[in-house]
């Protein structure tokens, strides 16, 4: 991937990461584990990344898993979650369900 020029571009080139791993996770997931416990169990989950990427951070240990990259989208992606659940918008369909 070419570097990005501008602050716009590099938000762009995130944002894209971003679609892609949450689509991705709720394809694999579907939208049962987050509506089962709504906006608190998402903060459950943001607090579970946040925990990893302090051991992985603070105590300098080596992902054997998920990498501190993925980490941080995934920590980006549940307040997007949230601001979904918080909208009532958790749920909808995924494109080309309903076809």
């Not at 501008?6 to 679609?19: H, N, S, V």
């Not at 394809?27 to 989950?45: H, Q, S």
């Not at 579970?48 to 302090?54: F, Q, Y």
């Not at 980490?71 to 076809?99: C, H």
Request: glycine share 10%; with cysteine; net charge negative.
């Amino acid at each position: 991937m070419e570097k990005p020029q501008t602050f716009e571009e590099a938000l762009d080139c995130i944002l894209a990461e971003m679609r892609a791993v949450i689509i991705s996770k709720n394809e694999d997931y579907g939208p049962g584990n987050i509506a089962a416990f709504g906006e608190l169990g998402v903060l459950v989950r943001a607090s579970d990344k946040i925990e990893r990427l302090k051991t992985l951070l603070v105590r300098k240990r080596q992902p054997n898993h998920e990498g501190i990259d993925d980490t941080w989208l995934d920590l980006a992606n549940y307040g997007v979650i949230a601001q979904m659940v918080r909208r009532g918008w958790w749920g909808l369909p995924m494109e080309g369900e309903n076809e």
